[in-house]
């Protein structure tokens, strides 16, 4: 899963919300947080609607063949209702199907959830701190543009799987 946190962590850090304010790191790092449990919340409700349509005989065999057409159209209503961009729809999707087919029961798929949810806002996190530290550096001006941050977010990338190795 650390695949997901990655990918989804800087697609959602580059077009997912509006940018961050430089000027206030502490609302950048609400705001950033805010998302990250939001993003949980989601996904949290897809798997438990995936879950709870499993459980009746009837609908098994139908939530079984179209889950993924499931878990997108619960996504696109949940990110249409909480005024959030399509990024965040299909991140939630993805993130929602890939945690069900690796997980069998609901909690450990909650669990792996809550791993990716927080995953995403570390990296987040430190994306917005290297982006801050960059701009209101003495580098000169063609350096802090979006190559050197790619650049910056695959480092930040390497150390977050050292450290996932360690831990899983």
């Known amino acids: 899963m650390y695949f997901l946190i990655i990918t989804f962590g800087f697609v959602l850090a580059l077009r997912g919300t509006r940018p961050a304010p430089l000027q206030r790191p502490a609302e950048g790092l609400v705001r950033v947080w ?6 949980f919340l989601t996904i949290c409700l ?10 009746f005989e009837n609908s098994r065999t139908l939530a079984g063949e179209y889950t993924f057409l499931g878990f997108g159209l619960a996504a696109y209503l949940l990110s249409r209702y909480q005024k959030k961009t399509d990024v965040f729809f299909l991140t939630a999707a993805l993130s929602a199907f890939m945690i ?7 909690l450990s798929q909650l669990s792996m959830a809550w791993t990716v949810s ?5 990296f987040q996190t430190g994306l917005l701190g290297l982006r801050y530290r960059l701009l209101f550096s003495n580098a000169p ?6 190559p050197t941050l790619c650049l910056l977010a695959g480092f930040l990338s390497v150390i ?9």
Request: aromatic share 12%; glycine share 12%; no cysteine.
């Open 34 to 39: 805010h998302e990250a449990a939001d993003f």
């Open 46 to 55: 897809i798997l438990v609607m995936g879950a709870a349509t499993l459980t």
């Open 100 to 106: 069900h087919g690796r997980q069998e029961d609901l």
């Open 118 to 122: 927080a995953g995403i806002g570390i």
């Open 141 to 146: 001006a063609f350096i802090k543009g979006w």
């Open 160 to 168: 977050l799987w050292s450290a996932a190795r360690l831990v899983f």
